[in-house]
């Protein structure tokens, strides 16, 4: 690349570094770049490769920090492979104190990527503010549901509304849902989709958790839902259904393997989230279930679709395996996630995040992404009719879950048994959806369940 190059793309990753954003500050170091942080102080050493640059100098000053830092530039000068920045910080520390400490950095670039780094700074600053650059440590590990048990080595790739990613080391990335009761928004989902592409090629793994305390995630946002209804035009459900069903897909087409680190609960929209991952790592205690009958519609981010590919692949024959998928939505919870080789219990959630990690890093070997897939519709609609009429007697259903009940039946349950596609059954699950969506107008049952976590009355 030209000097005018280098100096281009310098100033695209500044311009994301000065809004607290370095995912592509983080996707343009190479795996062996070096930094020097020049002087004779404390902090005057070389970091060798990606991996320390980001856990040992980045990793612990975040770690002295409140929030993820800014850095500010102000001049770019570029000669041959390298490009040299004038900025300023702007950082707190947990002590209440501001970190502005201003910086000569030195970038030597090749074919895109930074090889080299040099910091030179106000060193009396440094130390004054942030103390001396100790020994490496191992990290403690005390709360692994937030992720502060990897305090020490974290590194913040990028912050939204919605999610914090960080570089948990060894090349894998940790998103952590940040909505209020983990509900999948479309913000949120629109993030999922952005991070999977910002992550290939610089990262061999990702694990997906929640911060909230009591949940995973309950499920999708209703606001789509909702805007369809009262306006009477399906398109705002329609471009969210298509939008989770995208994403989701991409997750699971993902080139590096995909993680989900479930605690307490993890339904609707956050069961489909689970059940596109590669492998669910799930405290034992956890919940999983489809609570769309509640409101009258079906899953249509491929809930059921992975859920019944998962029994098929596990050696359920295939009439077996959509009355066992239709009577888990019909009844609502499954307990435990749907068989799975991968799949892993962990006794209390202290030690989900640790366990995660440990089937990243072997998923990581070799890892290749799974085709697309197809399964087998061999439903018997009477088996079907019962399971419906079993649940509807202990639960008095509505009539819109009834209909749900019978629109999900006739899907399943076609004249003969006939092979489909994953992506084709999940796009008929978003039609049966929509039809019901805007038959029933269910806005109150959306509306309960919203309020209560619970099913709404008759």
Known sequence: MTPAKNKALMKRIFDRLAAGDRSLFVEHLHDDVTMTVTGSYSWSQTFRGKEKVLRDYFGYVGSLMTRPGRTIPFHFLADENWVVVEARGDMETKSGDPYRNHYCLMYRLQNGQIVEMKTYQDSAMCERVLGPFPARSEPSRSSPLSLSSFA??????????????????????????????????????????????????????????????????????????????????????????????????????????????????????????????????????????????????????????????????????????????????????LGAPPPHPHNTPVTGKDALIDAAVEKAKALMVDYSPPPEAELTLAGDFAEMARITSDVARLESFAPAEVAACEAYARLLCPAEPRLIRETDLMRAERDALIELLMAYKPAKRFEAINATGKRPKR
Not at 192 to 214: D, K
Not at 216 to 239: H, K
Not at 258 to 273: N, Q, Y
Request: net charge negative; hydrophobic share 45%.
């Open 152 to 333: 020490d080595s974290r590194t913040l790739i990028a912050r939204t509304a919605n999610s914090t990613l960080w570089d948990i080391g060894d090349r894998i990335a940790c998103l952590e849902i940040e909505t209020r009761l983990g509900i999948c928004t479309e913000a949120l989902i629109r993030n999922i989709g952005a991070t999977t592409r910002a992550l290939t090629g610089s990262y061999r793994a990702l694990i997906i958790s929640s911060a909230c305390e009591r949940f995973f995630s309950p499920g999708a946002s209703a606001e789509a839902f909702l805007a369809s209804i009262e306006s009477g035009d399906p398109a705002p459900a329609l471009a969210f259904l298509d939008k989770g069903q995208s994403v989701l897909q991409g997750l699971k087409r993902a080139p590096f393997p995909v993680v989900t680190a479930v605690h307490g609960a993890a339904l609707s929209g956050g069961f489909e989230l689970a059940m596109h991952s590669d492998a669910v790592v799930y405290e034992d205690q956890a919940q999983f279930g489809m609570r769309e009958r509640w409101a009258g519609v079906l899953p249509a981010w491929g809930g059921g679709t992975q859920m019944l590919l998962r029994l098929q692949a596990d050696g359920v024959p295939p009439d077996e395996a959509c009355a066992e998928m239709f009577s888990a939505y019909a009844r609502v919870t």
